[in-house]
T-cell receptor
Framework: DQQVKQNSPSLSVQEGRISILNCDYTNSMFDYFLWYKKYPAEGPTFLISISSIKDKNEDGRFTVFLNKSAKHLSLHIVPSQPGDSAVYFCAGGTTGNQFYFGTGTSLTVIP | GAVVSQHPSRVICKSGTSVKIECRSLDFQATTMFWYRQFPKQSLMLMATSNEGSKATYEQGVEKDKFLINHASLTLSTLTVTSAHPEDSSFYIC?????????????FGPGTRLTVL
């Protein structure tokens, strides 16, 4: 049973515009969420995180929003750049335990 | 930041042989390491949780005798794919959870590409 879902396998955005990547989860016990970025043939790299006690966390061009009642989070990238083209995974978990990953969304930023 | 290395980065082996993949946390101690497998165009799939000094916890559907995990020290976990078959060809990634403060982050290794001929 997939506890974390990313329903959009791919997304294309024009350079300079906003990219919005969505993620849904089913386990209400999750108290921490992460976004990872992955290039082909490489391991994922951590991008940004958010605790369940917050509804927003911002780091430069990246902002993650959390809606606990809807069990939904989203990653906003503004402005999008060609170098942002990669697969983005969201992950949710509980304190001290492993994280469960979504299936990923492949983002293509068109120059 | 915390660095996790994997060795080898790429390995090609013959069917029936065993392959060992190492995962090391270079500048921090990790009592817990995780092993993932990624199939093409699919999500990272958690295979097992490796705890230092104890037996690994395997996810449902992962063969314990096929994928041997050893976590002998606070900085090293190994995954041995025994009697490898072509269907074991995949990208294997480890991650480590640093035991410092309340950090929830996992730091990932660069991955190991296994090709079984």
């Amino acid at each position: 049973d997939q506890q974390v879902k990313q329903n959009s396998p791919s997304l294309s955005v024009q350079e300079g515009r906003i990219s919005i990547l969505n993620c849904d989860y089913t386990n209400s016990m999750f108290d921490y969420f992460l976004w990872y970025k992955k290039y082909p043939a490489e391991g994922p790299t951590f991008l940004i995180s958010i605790s369940s006690i917050k509804d927003k966390n911002e780091d430069g061009r990246f902002t993650v929003f959390l809606n606990k009642s809807a069990k939904h989070l989203s990653l906003h990238i503004v402005p999008s750049q060609p170098g942002d083209s990669a697969v983005y995974f969201c992950a949710g978990g509980t304190t001290g335990n492993q994280f469960y990953f979504g299936t990923g969304t492949s983002l293509t930023v068109i120059p | 930041g915390a660095v996790v290395s994997q060795h080898p980065s790429r390995v090609i082996c013959k069917s029936g042989t065993s392959v060992k993949i190492e995962c090391r946390s270079l500048d921090f101690q990790a009592t817990t390491m995780f092993w993932y497998r990624q199939f093409p165009k699919q999500s990272l799939m958690l295979m097992a949780t490796s705890n230092e000094g104890s037996k690994a916890t395997y996810e449902q559907g992962v063969e314990k005798d096929k994928f041997l995990i050893n976590h002998a020290s606070l900085t090293l976990s190994t995954l041995t794919v025994t009697s490898a078959h072509p269907e074991d060809s995949s990208f294997y990634i480890c991650s480590a959870n640093p035991r410092r403060g309340l950090s929830y982050e996992q730091f990932f290794g660069p991955g190991t590409r296994l090709t079984v001929l």
